[in-house]
């Protein structure tokens, strides 16, 4: 009988128990590919010719598709401040910070629409799932 009643006991005790998820585990386990998008304008790039111009919006539009990206693997740190002064908000400020790597990105689309380029990228489940485990870059020398 104590012996019934032990195994029914520790039968009951990891029933209760489980495991927590991360709010990534659904994106990691996603069948489709997660998309970034980045904008650029092209006459604010600097250059000396329309060309470098252009170039260079299309370099910064996708390194804004790469940072959506890492945003949405990574998560996206929010820093908040706020200052009061006899009961009156002097000073609010938020910022928020992203800290990532993002491996496996393909290119989607450029396409160019009048003075800005819009870049989509987009990464695989399975490339998801190795940045989130080894988020440092390797840096050689």
Excluded: W
């Amino acid at each position: 009988m104590k012996i019934s009643f032990s195994v029914v006991a520790l039968g009951l005790l990891l029933a209760g128990c489980s495991a927590t998820s991360s709010p990534f585990d659904s994106m990691l386990t996603a069948s489709s590919a997660v998309r970034g998008t980045g904008y650029a304008s092209i006459s604010i790039q600097p250059g000396r010719t329309a060309a470098q111009r252009q170039l260079m919006a299309m370099r910064a539009a996708r390194l804004a598709a790469m940072r959506e990206l890492a945003e949405k693997i990574h998560g996206l740190d929010i820093d908040g401040y706020v200052s009061v002064n006899e009961s009156v908000i002097q000073n609010d400020s938020v910022r928020g910070t992203i800290n990532g790597l993002v491996r496996g990105a393909r290119l989607v689309s450029v396409v160019p629409k009048g003075d800005i380029y819009e870049v989509t990228l987009e990464v695989e489940p399975s490339d998801m799932a190795a940045s989130r485990r080894d988020p440092r870059p390797v840096r050689y020398r």
